[in-house]
Nanobody
Framework: QVQLVESGGGLVQAGGSLRLSCAASGFFFGISTMGWYRQAPGKQRDIVATITSGDTTTYADSVKGRFTISRDKAKNTVYLQMNSLKPEDTAVYYC???????????????WGKGTLVTVSS
């Protein structure tokens, strides 16, 4: 059974930093794009950053220059380094990945359960 497990959330003061991790576990044949999304209370889930299997990255305008996404292919893990955090970054952060679970099959969307990031002013 394929799972994505996030870690690294918590409470931090404005201006501080946090590093989120998300590891894929289980039996699978490959991972394509991995990414981070976030959902603030009462709002929709929005994309934060993505990284392809070729290490091409994209960022939401609101986090450019402050957040960095990276991945360790050997560990099937994606990271999100968050610096200069602001109260508006407060949200549940979700990991997402395209994972191939069968030979010849297509990549399917998997989500983690989320990790809460709270930034105090």
């Amino acid at each position: 059974q394929v799972q994505l497990v996030e870690s690294g959330g918590g409470l931090v003061q404005a201006g501080g930093s946090l590093r989120l991790s998300c590891a894929a576990s289980g039996f699978f044949f490959g991972i394509s794009t991995m990414g981070w999304y976030r959902q603030a209370p009462g709002k929709q889930r929005d994309i934060v950053a993505t990284i392809t299997s070729g290490d091409t990255t994209t960022y939401a305008d609101s986090v450019k220059g402050r957040f960095t996404i990276s991945r360790d292919k050997a560990k099937n893990t994606v990271y999100l380094q968050m610096n200069s955090l602001k109260p508006e970054d407060t949200a549940v952060y979700y990991c997402n990945a395209g994972i191939k679970t069968s030979i010849g099959g297509r990549y399917m969307d998997f989500w983690g359960k989320g990790t809460l990031v709270t930034v105090s002013s």
